[in-house]
């Protein structure tokens, strides 16, 4: 048996050095803390710039590519070859100008509930629309034709659907504990839009609409539960509609390359005009797939002619673009203090993102072949004016959102804006916050609708007020003993309750006669009022009425059997108390004065 020993003097081992992946690791994760906290601390100065500077980017960008890439086909149909981009110029500048009404219109009016329902309201009667009058192309009906116009409703309405969804979960409060507090008003803006649009055959579109819906769940505070409950349901619905349509299924399985006839045949000519594009390119409208090899050039498939006529260069710009969009939405999404203003926010950054990945990975043959526009560049009026009003709506959020800040130990708190001018323009929105948040912590879990209230609606019940649901937040335990009852709640007869006496115990009065309830009752109001005032001096109380106080009365004579009744003090209303007599009681009152004279 051996024994290690040290010479005295010896240094001790060295502990070895972290592994590089544990260093780069660990460095990821100090830039990224780092970058939330400047991201969390920083001005909303700029952000308005940025996006409209991103928007005119894109939207230039898509103006270009889609010149190039439609011209070669409207020369072979014998049309000019500026036609598809001058009806795509026009859609532009009614998104700009749409873009600048909606920058400039108050936050407030997003939040309004009527403005809200009104515009979901808007959403479903397009939707309906379609259905019966619509036009079917490429086998989804899924337009309307306005004369030589033609519009997509269902794109006008991811921008309505967004700021709907946030209206309602601002309005529910928390959703963590309470999962149908969320899933139950959502179900009915949501299901009948999305069934509509599903029933016209455009399934690539319900599934933005399902990334919109996760995600702004996800934003908002859904269990962990709920939400992988929520997701295991969505893809067994999506398999369901893929399994029951043989096209869709032919397009999935060529995602592996099993491809039946032409199924793949878009596809295969997008990766070959990626590959040929290179690096740098070919060179801008030296495209060779637009020349009828490659489907849908000028619009689902734009990408893939960007790709080759300006090579990785000039899809790596695009992606740079959008990045940059997802920057600005996520600034204003971890600085705002209202959470009307986060959900809506992040309801529209998941709708333009999933669009963009979703087309992108479709192009380079990771998903399978959905019609799906990249948005701001593929052609189609309806996507770009619909992603420029989201734009406005995000400049909206970045000028008037009251701002949080992150402070050292991890709290949030409000911020203070740099200038006045900008303070009183965030001021304006952050009281109406405020109050909101005021309000849902008076009504704790109780805040918002769910089931409960529908069932009531149904059978006829009264649903329970705001005040009912806030005397019912606070636990009884915490309630003070005796708290919001008088001293002799006890002994104090019910409101409702009529209490049978005899006639022995039968009060008199001076003239002998029983009293009956009518004239009880207006006695029983001014002890009920002297109660809740408090106690004054007698001489005080002559000198404040102008009348000498009331002694005590002597006490009855005893009866014929031997009992003595209690001595009956008997209040005397005072003119200031005639005067506020509850008006049932009026009549009661004059009638009492009229058997005394």
Not at 21 to 33: D, W
Not at 264 to 274: E, H, P, R, V, Y
Request: net charge positive.
């Amino acid at each position: 048996m051996t024994t290690e020993t040290t010479q005295p003097g010896a240094s001790k081992p060295r502990k070895s050095a972290p592994g590089l992946l544990h260093s780069i690791g660990q460095g990821m994760k100090n830039l990224v803390i780092k970058q939330y906290r400047r991201t969390s601390t920083s001005s909303l100065h700029g952000v308005a710039a940025m996006l409209v500077s991103i928007a005119l980017g894109l939207t230039v960008f898509g103006l270009t590519m889609v010149l190039s890439a439609s011209s070669v086909e409207q020369i072979a149909l014998a049309i000019s070859p500026f036609q598809q981009v001058i009806r795509q110029a026009i859609f532009a500048i009614i998104g700009f100008v749409a873009m600048g009404i909606l920058a400039f219109l108050p936050v407030t009016v997003y939040r309004n509930r009527m403005v809200m329902h009104g515009l979901l309201a808007v959403a479903l009667l397009m939707q309906i629309l379609v259905v019966f009058v619509g036009t079917t192309v490429n086998g989804n009906q899924n337009w309307i034709q306005f004369g030589g116009i033609s519009l997509q409703p269902s794109e006008i309405s991811k921008l309505i659907m967004a700021l709907w969804m946030a209206w309602v979960l601002t309005q529910q409060g928390n959703i963590t504990r309470q999962t149908r507090k969320a899933i139950f008003p959502l179900a009915f803006g949501f299901v009948p839009l999305v069934g509509l649009i599903l029933y016209g055959g455009d399934l690539g579109t319900v599934l933005v609409y399902v990334f919109m819906l996760v995600g702004t769940l996800f934003i908002a505070g859904l269990s962990p539960k709920a939400f992988l409950i929520g997701i295991g349901i969505a893809v067994v619905l999506g398999l369901g509609a893929v399994l029951t349509s043989p096209y869709r299924l032919a397009r999935v399985f060529g995602v592996f390359g099993h491809c039946q006839g032409s199924t793949c045949d878009q596809s295969n000519s997008g990766l070959a005009a990626l590959a040929t594009g290179g690096f740098w390119g070919v060179g801008l409208g030296r495209s060779r797939q637009k020349y009828n090899y490659l489907p849908e050039a000028h619009n689902d498939y734009i990408f893939a002619v960007i790709g080759e006529e300006l090579g990785l260069l000039g899809t790596l710009i695009i992606i740079a673009l959008y990045a940059g969009l997802i920057y600005c939405v996520v600034r204003i999404l971890l600085r705002s203090a209202d959470r009307f203003v986060s959900l809506a926010s992040g309801a529209i950054l998941i709708w333009l993102t999933s669009q963009a990945i979703v087309n992108i990975s479709m192009v380079t043959g990771m998903l399978p072949v959905i019609g799906i526009p990249l948005p701001f560049i593929s052609y189609g009026g309806s996507s770009l004016v619909s992603s420029l009003m989201a734009i406005g709506v995000l400049i909206a959020f970045a000028r008037q959102a009251p701002l949080m800040m992150l402070t050292e130990d991890g709290t949030q708190v409000f911020s203070v804006s740099p200038t006045a001018r900008e303070s009183k323009r965030r001021a304006r929105l952050g009281r109406v916050v405020e109050a909101e948040n005021r309000r849902l912590a008076r009504e704790g879990d109780n805040a918002g609708y769910d089931v409960n209230n529908l069932i009531d609606a149904i059978r006829g019940r009264v649903p329970r007020s705001h005040d009912a649901r806030q005397r019912n937040t606070r636990p009884a335990s915490a309630r003070p003993a005796g708290a919001g009852r008088p001293a002799n709640w006890r002994n104090a007869p019910q409101s409702g309750t009529r209490q049978r006496t005899t006639s022995t115990e039968r009060p008199r009065d001076s003239r002998g006669a029983s009293r009956t309830a009518s004239e009880r009752r207006p006695q029983r109001a001014a002890e009920l009022r002297s109660e809740n005032r408090p106690e004054r001096r007698p001489r005080e109380d002559a000198q404040r009425h102008g009348n000498r106080p009331q002694e005590g009365r002597a006490p009855r004579p005893k009866k014929t059997d031997g009992s003595t009744s209690a001595p009956r003090q008997r209040s005397v209303a005072h003119p200031a108390d005639q005067d506020h007599v509850p008006q049932g009681l009026v009549s009661l009152k004059k009638l009492r004065q009229r058997d005394k004279k």
